[in-house]
């Protein structure tokens, strides 16, 4: 949750900024040359990413705008901006040729790697001269904390799993669209109907590439009861799919594929793939988060009023996880300082709050969108409130996912999960493109790679 949850960017919005390989570009605010640090006026120049593409005018208005509010009140600090977040596969040939940005986003799976490694600048001897930190969720600032509180980054919002689902398809389908499928079997039996309506429709769809595929293999894992890594009886991580849960989840959707055919033809698909299908009504559901529908709203062209969010299917849990900034080791305190004056103000500002709502609801961005949040104590009540007063979207579009959160256990994306999923994603796009995909042989071979990855845990 930033100021309002819109303006900031989930999980899965990051992973489409790695598989569209955006440019590094820069706001109006600087060139892609300008250096970070202090000039001789004394302006400290910072990098930061997470700036929207083009592509999402009304986010990346947000950003400019927010940018160009941030140097009038800090004229001493200079913001440049790059499209994108934090990729793990080359974060650290960015930060040893000096590539890196001054301030980055990371999933929550990142910091205590990162932190172990030194790779990471310690913030905490400037976090008093921002008290605002103290109405975060102790609990998520701890994930960018060490064992001995040393704090070395801010969150920025998390997240859980459900059923983001096409209320208008269901309806033409036959289907209740205030009743969206909560068992697997329910799934395949309502993508079948959906897909039964021609014209290119898809019933369901899911990911297999750029790490997507097995982020959604280990969600489904999950709903299921399953996991994808534990500790065995030594106290070691290993692999925990090559199981009978881990061959419902490939089976299901081998069948779904290819007996069906209620996935549609099209497959080795990433993040945008699917929210592009769902804005242009080719697509009745799939695994999502709820902030995927101001994206397929705003950058998709979609209607909100035609999408429903329900709670993950299997209902035994979901998948919850987020993320937030850190610093690269080579900041200056100047830059450090600049850099939290900047979180501090677009992604963690109590005092922005009800603006950054009421600024959603004038650009009919959704608002009441059920999600986490980021605030505690009269931050959160100010949410709250701001939520209510300008919500834009009707209340049973989302009722069955709110019922049954209570019930649902959250479950945190496992160990080095990014090489996990990477790995993962093989299985998931065998068994969506290759009719005779052996699931046994594709589990037993993700998991010894899973294990080499899961050794280097400490």
């Given at each position: 949750m930033t100021v309002s949850r819109s303006v900031g960017r989930s999980r899965a919005a990051i992973a489409v900024?790695?598989?569209?390989?955006?440019?590094?570009?820069?706001?109006?605010?600087?060139?892609?040359?300008?250096?970070?640090?202090?000039?001789?006026?004394?302006?400290?120049?910072?990098?930061?990413?997470?700036?929207?593409?083009?592509?999402?005018?009304?986010?990346?208005k947000y950003f400019l705008d927010d940018v160009a509010a941030f140097e009038a009140k800090y004229p001493k600090v200079k913001i440049v901006g790059h499209e994108g977040q934090m990729d793990p596969q080359t974060f650290s040939a960015k930060l040893a040729g000096g590539q890196l940005e001054n301030v980055?986003?990371?999933?929550?799976?990142?910091?205590?790697?990162?932190?172990?490694?030194?790779?990471?600048?310690?913030?905490?001897?400037?976090?008093s001269a921002f008290p605002q930190v103290k109405q975060v969720k102790p609990e998520l600032v701890k994930v960018f904390s060490d064992a001995d509180g040393k704090v070395y980054g801010l969150p920025e919002g998390n997240y859980s799993m459900g059923l983001v689902y096409n209320r208008k398809l269901f309806t033409q389908a036959g289907l209740d669209p205030d009743s969206p499928p909560t068992t697997w079997d329910e799934v395949r039996a309502d993508a079948k109907k959906i897909a039964a309506l021609g014209k290119g429709i898809a019933g369901y769809g899911d990911y297999s590439k750029s790490n997507t595929g097995g982020w959604h293999f280990t969600a489904?894992?999950?709903?299921?009861?399953?996991?994808?890594?534990?500790?065995?009886?030594?106290?070691?991580?290993v692999a925990d799919f090559n199981n009978a849960t881990g061959r419902q989840v490939l089976q299901q959707l081998h069948d779904m594929r290819w007996t069906?055919?209620?996935?549609?033809?099209?497959?080795?698909?990433?993040?945008?793939?699917?929210?592009?299908?769902?804005?242009?009504?080719?697509?009745?559901?799939?695994?999502?988060?709820?902030?995927?529908?101001?994206?397929?709203?705003g950058q998709y062209k979609g209607v909100a009023s035609d999408y429903g969010l329900g709670p993950i299917p299997g209902g035994q849990g979901t998948l919850a996880g987020g993320g937030g900034f850190m610093f690269n080791p080579k900041d200056t305190p100047e830059q450090i300082k600049a850099g939290l004056q900047w979180l501090t103000f677009k992604y963690d500002n109590p005092d922005r709050i009800t603006s950054g709502v009421e600024r959603d609801a004038k650009n009919k961005v959704p608002v009441g969108l059920p999600e986490p949040d980021l605030w505690t104590g009269t931050a959160e009540q100010t949410r709250a409130a701001a939520v209510k007063a300008n919500s834009n979207l009707p209340d049973a579009n989302y009722a069955k996912f709110v019922a049954a959160g209570p019930n649902i256990k959250l479950n945190v994306e496992p160990p080095n999960a990014q090489q996990i999923y990477a790995v993962l994603d093989t299985?998931?796009?065998?068994?969506?493109?290759?009719?005779?995909?052996?699931?046994?042989?594709?589990?037993?071979?993700?998991?010894?790679?899973?294990?080499?990855?899961?050794?280097?845990?400490?």
């Open positions: 900024a790695l598989a569209a390989g955006f440019a590094l570009t820069t706001t109006a605010c600087g060139s892609s040359t300008a250096k970070a640090g202090a000039s001789s006026d004394g302006v400290v120049t910072i990098t930061v990413n997470d700036e929207p593409p083009a592509t999402d005018p009304v986010h990346r980055f986003y990371v999933y929550y799976t990142d910091p205590a790697g990162l932190i172990a490694k030194h790779q990471v600048a310690d913030v905490t001897p400037y976090l489904e894992m999950y709903s299921r009861g399953g996991d994808v890594a534990k500790k065995d009886s030594s106290g070691k991580w069906d055919n209620s996935m549609g033809q099209r497959q080795l698909l990433e993040w945008a793939d699917l929210l592009q299908m769902m804005g242009a009504g080719k697509l009745g559901m799939y695994l999502a988060t709820s902030d995927n529908i101001p994206t397929i709203v299985a998931m796009a065998a068994v969506l493109t290759d009719k005779n995909a052996d699931v046994s042989k594709l589990l037993s071979s993700a998991e010894t790679q899973v294990n080499t990855i899961l050794a280097t845990v400490q």
